[in-house]
């Protein structure tokens, strides 16, 4: 009896209850996270940060008992085109990307407290790309065009999560794209559980 109420006093004194903080309680919660970041231009096979464009995305899901999910994504990513375009049409131009995602997120590690996880994910997506502002040939009258396009593809993604600061890497492929089938996005965010 003794020993449970020493032990009660330990964990509940402000000293030592803030150094032995219980792990949260995550499987059956909803979170939303919001990420943005670089969306750098790739130059054979070289990522540009020089002229690099943003990106940002909302995303959902709920936690099972292992911590993973299944996510929703929405996602808007904006670049200069690069130097190396398929689209010779859209050379100097913009290209914007609006997409939807569904896919699995995996936790490949968790600290003890469940404040420091690393976690992969693969999430098919469909969208539209906008390309605009390229030069047209001649001899048409218009110097600027914008084209549409319906994109189909897959994000991998790899982030480290700080309690609630998140810090990833997002590789992209786009085979339906006008301007690349790949691409890589750099992103910071914050993740909310409730």
């Known amino acids: 009896m003794g020993c449970l109420f020493g032990t009660a006093l ?5 000293t030592h209850g803030q150094l032995l903080k219980l792990p949260p309680r995550l499987s059956g919660q909803r979170y939303v996270e919001t990420t943005g970041g670089l969306a750098p231009v790739t130059c054979q096979g070289l990522l540009l940060f020089r002229n690099s464009g943003w990106h940002g995305a909302l995303s959902t899901g709920v936690y099972d008992k292992k911590l993973n999910a299944w996510k929703w994504t929405v996602g808007y990513v904006r670049k200069p085109q690069s130097p190396m375009a398929t689209d010779s049409a859209a050379a100097g131009g913009k290209v914007q990307q609006f997409t939807v995602g569904y896919g699995k997120e995996l936790v490949l590690y968790k600290s003890v407290f469940r404040t420091f996880l690393v976690r992969g994910l693969a999430q098919p997506y469909v969208g539209l790309e906008v390309i605009s502002g390229g030069h047209q040939p001649m001899p048409t009258d218009a110097m600027h065009s914008s084209r549409t396009r ?26 339906t794209s006008g301007v690349g089938q790949w691409g890589t996005l750099a992103f910071v965010g914050v993740r909310v559980g409730w």
């Open 10 to 14: 330990f964990l509940a004194s402000p």
């Open 150 to 175: 319906v994109l189909a593809g897959a994000d991998l993604s790899l982030e480290v999560e700080f309690q609630p600061v998140v810090l990833g890497i997002r590789q992209r492929w786009s085979p």
